[in-house]
């Protein structure tokens, strides 16, 4: 059974930063690639930003020159810093870990965080 528990959400102004962090934990299972996505009210859910266990990144156009996304391996944690935040960066924030067993890719969620940039 693997478990995600996201921590730093909250209220910020624009302009403001947040920091995420996703823990995992369990056993039996590898983390091959982590990340955050975010619904945000309304909308389908989106990829924010990845990051492999090689260490190779990708991000949304959006979030681009503002957001980083970085781990922590022997954790199993990976965090977003979360600069310059904009009202439509509002939405609740989701961790999610890949983890490869053979040909299937396994998703683990973890139960969200809401962030709101708001004056």
């Known amino acids: 059974q693997v478990q995600l528990v996201e921590s730093g959400g909250g209220l910020v102004q624009p302009g403001g930063s947040l920091r995420l962090s996703c823990a995992a934990s369990?056993?039996?299972?590898?983390?091959?690639?982590m990340g955050w996505y975010r619904e945000a009210p309304g909308k389908h859910r989106e990829l924010v930003a990845t990051?492999?266990?090689?260490?190779?990144?990708n991000y949304a156009d959006s979030v681009k020159g503002r957001f980083t996304i970085s781990s922590d391996n022997a954790k199993k944690t990976v965090y977003l810093q979360m600069n310059s935040l904009k009202p439509e960066d509002t939405a609740v924030y989701y961790c999610?870990?890949?983890?490869?067993?053979?040909?299937?890719?396994?998703?683990?969620w973890g139960q969200g965080t809401q962030v709101t940039v708001s004056s």
């Open positions: 369990g056993s039996g299972f590898s983390v091959n690639a």
């Open positions: 990051i492999t266990s090689g260490g190779s990144t």
């Open positions: 999610n870990l890949k983890s490869y067993r053979a040909i299937w890719t396994y998703d683990y």
